[in-house]
């Protein structure tokens, strides 16, 4: 999703304010009696969020943090947790996060709705995923997202070929430059009507049209939950097309606590074996204390 859509989406759901403190890190997302009664989705130590200890490369998107906490604050809690990055963010952002020994683990481009599926935006698009390239190849970082677009009354047989056929014109770029363009997979039915790479299977046979190891989906849980679940099983029979992942609890994309549906620890569990060497980026709006509910994120995907 593109920053300023992210950002007006925050705008509109309020979010428990930040707590600036270590102890609220330390303190949070700890096991108790209570939770193990109520079955909650809760890790197993209550040890200090350290993501580090697993086998997942685990990142936050800002976008979700934006109403209350500065990029600079973001990279300390992210080096405090064990996070290896940042997603979602653009050139300008780079010093800081290489200042803080973090990588971006996204770097944005052309507009959510204004995508490869329409060759009318073609230009706009191939010129700001060129620019994302060369600017993530610059800095060292290894993905670029991009987006098919909204159908506009394209369905979905030529939206396909429309999208393979720009993807081949930047693709060689991107395995020039040792960059992966990733598109992201997005629901439809709630968050993004009319965007047409909504459905795993969909964004697979793009990813075999192009055909090459620098084009893959980002694949967001949250949404492929809200369109066709079987989560694990998809993880498990298609990871060799799946670039990134995000995280998200459904209903509301809020936390990946006991209080939505998707159950967490498995899922990154089946990433981790698949030798899953990319990103896994925490994308929740914090309906409490927003690092206590990171950190317990962290947790949960620490495996």
Request: aromatic share 8%.
């Amino acid at each position: 999703m593109e920053d300023s859509q992210r950002k007006s989406l925050v705008s509109r759901r309020g979010f428990g304010t930040a707590t600036l403190g270590l102890g609220a890190i330390a303190a949070s997302a700890t096991c108790s009696s209570r939770a193990h009664a109520t079955g909650e989705q809760t890790p197993a130590t209550d040890q200090p969020a350290n993501a580090k200890s697993g086998r997942l490369n685990q990142s936050l998107c800002k976008w979700c943090y934006d109403k209350n906490l500065s990029l600079e604050q973001l990279c300390t809690y992210a080096k405090q947790m064990g996070l290896v990055g940042i997603d979602l963010l653009g050139p300008k952002d780079f010093d800081t996060l290489k200042k803080h020994g973090l990588v971006c683990t996204m770097v944005t481009s052309h507009k959510l709705t204004d995508g490869l599926c329409d060759p009318k935006y073609w230009d706009e698009a191939l010129k700001s995923i060129d620019d994302s390239i060369q600017a993530a190849s610059a800095a060292g970082f290894r993905n670029v997202i991009c987006f098919s677009g909204n159908a506009r009354d394209i369905d979905r047989k030529t939206g396909l070929k429309n999208c393979a056929e720009v993807l081949r014109k930047i693709v060689g770029v991107a395995e020039k430059k040792k960059v992966i363009l990733n598109m992201e997979l997005l629901n439809s039915r709630v968050d993004h009507p009319d965007y047409m790479c909504d459905l795993s299977a969909w964004g697979i046979e793009l990813c075999k049209q192009v055909a090459s190891d620098h084009f893959k989906l980002l694949y967001d849980i949250y949404h492929m939950q809200i369109m066709e679940g079987d989560i694990i099983r998809s993880i498990q029979n298609n990871h060799q097309y799946f670039g990134h992942y995000h995280t998200g609890g459904n209903p509301g994309r809020h936390e990946i606590d006991h209080t939505q549906e998707i159950y967490y620890p498995p899922i990154a569990q089946a990433i981790a074996q698949t030798g899953f060497d990319g990103y896994i980026a925490h994308e929740f709006l914090p309906t409490r204390d927003a690092m206590e509910s990171l950190a317990q994120a962290v947790k949960l995907c620490t495996v």
